[in-house]
C-alpha cells in the first residue's frame, strides 16, 4: 500500500472518534457504486439538480469569456455533466484542451476513453490521476485562461479542508481563469435523509464500501454484520459554518480486529462510532451566505451563483480576488 494511503488509514483509525476519509470510498468499483446513488436512487436529487440547471442555464453558468479558454475538471469523476460544459465550449471556440483530474485511476481511463472516441480531435485530453493538490501543483504549468469546474466534491470535505483546497485551487488562477463549483442548497430534512438513506440501501452499499475495501487493502477481516449502519442530518445555519450529513457504523458489542497492513487492532467498545468522514460530516449542505464565506476565507471572489432556489444544486462563479 503507497505510504501515504498508509498515514491517512493509520490517522483516522486511531484518532478519537475514529474515521475513514471520504476519498477512500473512491476506486474503480466505489466510483461506480457512487454513480449507481445517481441513477438508482429516485430522491437522490443532487445530480439531477445540476443536470437540470447545466440544461437550462448554462450561458449564466459557465463564463463567457473573451479568449480562448482550456477546461479543467476537479474530481471529474464519469465526466457525464462536463460533456454538457464541453459541447457549450466548443461552440463557442474549435478545440479545447481538457485536464479531467481524478484520484480514482481506472475510473478516469475510462471515462478519457469514452470522452476520447466521441469526440475525436476537437477534445485534446491530458488526464491526471492524482490528488488535488498534486493535481493543482501539475495544472500550474498550463499556461494561459482556464475555467475550472469543482462539481458536487468540495460537499465530501471538512470545513477547513474546503476552505484550503479553494486556497489552493486559486494558486493556479489568473485574472484570467475562472473557477465553477456546484455545492448543495438543500435544507429540508425529509429530503436529504430520503436521498442518503434509501430503503433499497444503495447509498449504504456505496458510503460502507469504504470498510469493504479497508478489508481488501490490508487483509484484514472486519464483519460489517457486528455493526449497525446509521445516518442523520445535522443542520446548521450560522454563517460561518454548514449542515451536513454523517454516516458512521456502531459496534453492536465490544470487539476487536486486526488490520495486517496497517499493523494494529480495530478495538471498538460497545456502542463507539466509526465514521465514514474526516471531521463532523460529509455531503454538506449551505445557504449561498455560508458558501460566500467559504469562498472569502479562500481568497477568491465570488461573482455570481445560479440556482433553482433554496432546493438542491447551486452553481458559484469565482475569480481571482
Ligand atoms: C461526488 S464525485 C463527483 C464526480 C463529478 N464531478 C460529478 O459531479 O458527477 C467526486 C469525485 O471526486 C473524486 N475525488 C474525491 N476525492 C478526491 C481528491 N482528494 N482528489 C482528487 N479527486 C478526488 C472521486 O474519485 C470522484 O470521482
Known amino acids: 500500500m503507497e505510504d501515504g494511503l498508509k498515514q491517512s488509514l493509520l490517522r483516522g ?5 475514529k474515521y475513514i476519509p471520504t476519498w477512500y470510498n473512491y476506486d474503480d468499483v466505489g466510483s461506480e457504486l457512487q454513480y449507481q446513488c445517481t441513477t438508482d436512487i429516485p430522491d437522490y436529487y443532487l445530480c439531477k439538480s445540476d443536470r437540470s440547471l447545466l440544461e437550462h442555464r448554462i450561458q449564466d453558468i459557465i463564463p463567457r469569456l473573451p479568449y480562448d479558454v482550456a477546461l479543467v475538471d ?49 477534445l485534446v485530453i491530458t488526464p491526471i490521476a492524482a490528488n ?42 489568473t485574472e484570467k481563469c475562472r473557477l465553477v463549483f456546484s455545492a448543495d442548497v ?22 460502507s ?18 455493526f449497525t449502519y446509521e445516518v442523520d442530518f445535522v443542520s446548521n445555519h450560522d454563517p460561518q459554518a454548514m449542515s451536513y450529513v454523517t454516516a458512521y457504523i456502531r459496534a453492536n458489542e465490544q470487539t476487536r480486529w486486526p488490520i495486517p497492513g496497517l499493523g494494529i487492532d480495530l478495538s471498538m467498545e460497545k456502542g463507539e462510532c466509526l465514521y465514514f468522514h474526516e471531521g463532523a460530516g460529509f455531503s454538506c449542505k449551505y445557504t449561498l451566505e455560508q458558501l460566500g464565506t467559504i469562498v472569502e476565507k479562500a481568497g477568491l471572489r465570488l461573482v455570481g451563483s445560479v440556482s433553482a432556489g433554496q432546493r438542491h444544486a447551486a452553481f458559484c462563479i469565482c475569480t481571482a480576488s
Open 13 to 17: 483509525l486511531t484518532s478519537s472518534p
Open 74 to 122: 476537479l474530481g471529474s469523476g464519469n465526466c457525464s455533466k462536463t460533456r454538457l460544459v464541453i459541447d457549450e465550449l466548443l461552440s463557442r471556440q474549435e478545440t479545447v484542451k481538457f485536464f479531467p483530474v481524478d484520484i480514482s485511476e481506472e475510473f478516469l481511463l475510462k471515462s478519457v476513453k469514452d470522452l476520447s472516441k466521441e469526440y475525436d480531435e476537437s
Open 132 to 173: 488535488y493538490e498534486q493535481g493543482i501543483e501539475r495544472l500550474k504549468q498550463v499556461e494561459g485562461p482556464k475555467i475550472i469546474l469543482w462539481f458536487d466534491s468540495i460537499i465530501n470535505q471538512s470545513y477547513d479542508d474546503q476552505v484550503n483546497t479553494l486556497r489552493v485551487i486559486s494558486t493556479m488562477m
Open 186 to 207: 438543500t435544507v429540508d430534512r425529509e429530503a436529504v435523509l430520503n436521498a442518503y438513506d434509501d430503503d433499497a440501501g444503495v447509498m449504504q452499499r456505496f458510503i
Open 209 to 226: 464500501y469504504a470498510m469493504t475495501r479497508l478489508n481488501k487493502d490490508t487483509g484484514s477481516e472486519i464483519n460489517l454484520d457486528r
